[in-house]
């Protein structure tokens, strides 16, 4: 029996599944079992920031191996001190507690359970369009709309007392504003929000600096400070997701570096350890670290895992060592100018935004083309048979068709040409 066909008979199709089998890696390229290549400019759902089969990374899990590789987190290890030291250090001052996770949804429901610990109980705020992950709080967080919300008989799993306020998307906005004329109109909206939910009642707001899955919707500037001081007006907790965004995905460490806000926690994971071993870490405040000291709030086998710590230690010692991050945004730079050229020449794509490796475009109606629904699933096809595997953000209740574009740090201005050269071909077949 072949791959595909045990695959189909044997697993749940939880997503959709291409019919393609990769079997191997290389950088930024991965190769199917008949040797054809395809440039990565998925990331592997933004986790693989070092691209595939890095090698130093392969001999640091392997040594790992070899020394211990399963400890319980109730057990101390050099790899998870060093690996909390070490995240303390590249986040944003005023974080100085680091609690270690598995994956991306743990790890923010890990930062909701604390936040509401911490504050005595309380609401939680996020915006639409936002993820946050698919475990019961981290989904009741998310604002984009998902199986688990619009079904109604796993919907009850879903815990109550998770409020969504409008986001900042300033190309597609809730109140048919522009930039120019909107005077932070979601900002307004934010704050009545609260009120109305009680003011004080409000435990923490959680949001992503870029909302990723939900079509990269980068915040204008002056929206998150924004967002910062409500929260410090009515003792609100901030809480950023950066599980996507972090570890230099957006041209900087954190994305909220660029609008120098500080949440009171901050969580990561994704490409925390490359995706070569699941892992995450949620780093807060001193003082809400120290209330939860004792506590057995949350916890999975997996936490701390040395060989997950050691993968991510390894990786922020690439990163930094061989300058990703500044690669991050200087190539990403040439990416986004690449879409806009792109833009000019096709109507159908209606905006190109992003930050670092981060970007995205989005795809609209035109007189006499398919409609963005069918031209979105048959570019995301097309793409991928000339080589390039993308991710492609499309429901119809959000009335968005966006294309997302997050490949490994260490990609190239020859790469991402490569990247736009097969777009622009596989628009020109998919417009006919």
Not at 56 to 64: G, H, K, T, V, Y
Not at 268 to 294: C, F, H, N
Not at 398 to 417: F, K, Q, S
């Amino acid at each position: 029996m072949q791959v595909l066909e045990k695959d189909k008979k044997y697993l749940v199709q939880c997503y959709t599944t291409d019919e393609i089998v990769f079997t191997r890696g290389e950088g930024v390229y991965m190769y199917d079992e008949g040797g054809k290549a395809y440039l990565d400019f998925s990331g592997q759902f933004s986790s693989d920031s070092l691209g595939h089969g890095n090698k130093e990374m392969i001999r640091a899990l392997s040594d790992q191996l070899k020394k211990i590789a399963n400890v319980t987190s109730c057990f101390p290890t050099e790899e998870r001190a060093a690996l909390a030291e070490k995240l303390i250090a590249i986040t944003p001052d005023g974080l100085d507690r680091v609690m270690l996770g598995v994956t991306g949804s743990d790890a923010n429901e890990f930062a909701l359970k604390a936040a509401k610990l911490y504050q005595g109980g309380g609401k939680i705020i996020s915006f639409r369009r936002g993820f946050h992950g698919s475990t019961a709080g981290s989904a009741a967080a998310t604002g984009k709309s998902e199986t688990i919300q619009e079904n109604p008989s796993i919907s009850e799993l879903l815990p109550n007392g998770f409020i969504h306020s409008a986001p900042p998307y300033c190309y597609r906005c809730d109140f048919g504003k522009s930039v120019e004329d909107c005077g932070f109109q979601c900002l307004k909206y934010l704050e009545q929000t609260i009120l109305q939910e009680g003011g004080e009642k409000v435990a923490a707001l959680i949001t992503e600096p870029i909302f990723a899955a939900g079509g990269v919707i980068v915040p204008p500037p002056g929206f998150l400070k924004g967002v910062r001081e409500l929260c410090d007006k009515y003792g609100i907790l901030l809480i950023f997701d950066e599980v996507v965004t972090g570890l230099g995905q957006t041209g900087t460490m954190f994305a909220c570096e660029y609008d120098n806000v500080v949440p009171d926690i901050l969580v990561t994971g994704k490409a925390l350890t490359s995706g070569y071993v699941p892992g995450s870490a949620v780093m807060m405040r001193a003082e809400i670290g120290k209330k939860l000291d004792q506590v057995m709030l949350h916890g999975h086998t997996h936490s701390c895992y040395p060989l997950a710590c050691t993968a991510a230690l390894k990786n922020i010692e690439i990163i930094q060592r061989d300058g990703l991050v500044d690669n991050s945004r200087d190539v990403g730079a040439h990416l986004h100018e690449l879409l806009k050229g792109l833009k000019e020449e096709f109507p159908e794509i209606g905006d190109v935004r992003g930050r670092g490796l981060l970007q995205g475009f989005e795809l609209e109606d035109i007189p006499g083309g398919p409609d963005k629904w069918t031209l979105g699933q048959s570019l995301y096809e097309e793409m991928l048979k000339n080589g390039l595997v993308t991710e492609l953000e499309s429901r119809h209740n959000l009335g968005n068709v966006v294309v997302v574009l997050h490949p490994a740090l260490i990609v190239t201005n020859e790469d991402v040409e490569k990247a736009a050269e097969i777009i622009r071909k596989s628009l020109m077949t998919c417009r006919q």
